[in-house]
């Protein structure tokens, strides 16, 4: 079965700071990948998703990138965070003959 | 459009049963979610049932789909202090990059 990776599990940035994200997967290949950010423990909003290496599509114009440099890694980025970009943010993938969905531990990101 | 709504809160005594209830509007999804969200951590896929299913079983769950009207509900026969938490449900369609739409999520307490 598949596991999914997440560092930092939390992080404090100033505002203007950079920012990395990583997600690995264990235990499948070639997967979909998605981004996700919750704010206030609620409700989930679907940033990046991605079908293949090199492949990102981008759900709402914001602050971040994201990128796949290999096939069981994606990568979450921003140049310059914005205190508005502060949140819990989840890497998901979908495997399975049902397509389910399975999430990582999250990273909890507070931009001061 | 797409949109899956929930009820925000829901409280129940222990012991007694819990039903969760989501409606949805997309009449093209072809697989149905709920997930678990404890406080910190990322989401736990619990269940899913196809859209041409009317009931699924899976121990102390009970996942019943009624397609005509859009509603998808989850009973927790036997509720415990554990399953307090969030409650997401979710659809996605066969497409090719099998992205959710997810609901608001229901707070469940479970009162001692």
């Known amino acids: 079965s598949q596991t999914i990776h997440q560092w930092p599990a939390t992080l404090v940035q100033p505002v203007g700071s950079p920012l990395s994200l990583e997600c690995t997967v264990e235990?499948?290949?070639?997967?979909?990948l998605y981004w996700y950010r919750q704010a206030a423990g609620r409700g989930l909003q679907l940033l990046f998703y991605?079908?293949?290496?090199?492949?990102i599509s981008s759900e709402v114009p914001q602050n971040l990138s994201a990128s796949r440099p290999q096939d069981r890694q994606f990568i979450l980025s921003s140049k310059k965070l914005l205190l508005s970009d502060s949140g819990f943010y989840l890497c998901?993938?979908?495997?399975?003959?049902?397509?389910?969905?399975?999430f990582g531990p999250g990273t909890r990101l507070t931009v001061t | 459009g797409e949109d899956v709504e929930q009820s925000l809160f829901l409280s129940v005594r222990e012991g007694d049963s819990s039903v969760i209830n989501c409606t949805y509007t997309?009449?093209?999804?072809?697989?149905l979610y709920w997930y678990k969200q404890e406080p910190g951590a990322g989401l736990q896929l619990l269940t899913y049932?196809?859209?041409?299913?009317d009931m699924k079983q899976d121990q102390r769950l009970t996942v019943l789909l009624n397609k005509k009207d859009k509603h998808l509900s989850l009973r927790i026969a036997d509720t415990q202090t554990g399953d307090s938490a969030i409650y997401f449900c979710?659809?996605?369609?066969?497409?090719?990059?099998?992205?959710?739409?997810f609901g608001t999520g229901t707070r469940l307490k479970v009162l001692a």
């Open positions: 998901a993938c979908i495997t399975g003959a049902w397509y389910e969905q399975y």
């Open positions: 235990g499948t290949s070639n997967p979909n």
């Open positions: 991605s079908v293949g290496i090199g492949q």
């Open positions: 997309d009449s093209s999804s072809t697989y």
């Open positions: 049932i196809f859209s041409n299913m």
């Open positions: 979710a659809e996605s369609t066969t497409s090719g990059t099998y992205k959710y739409i």
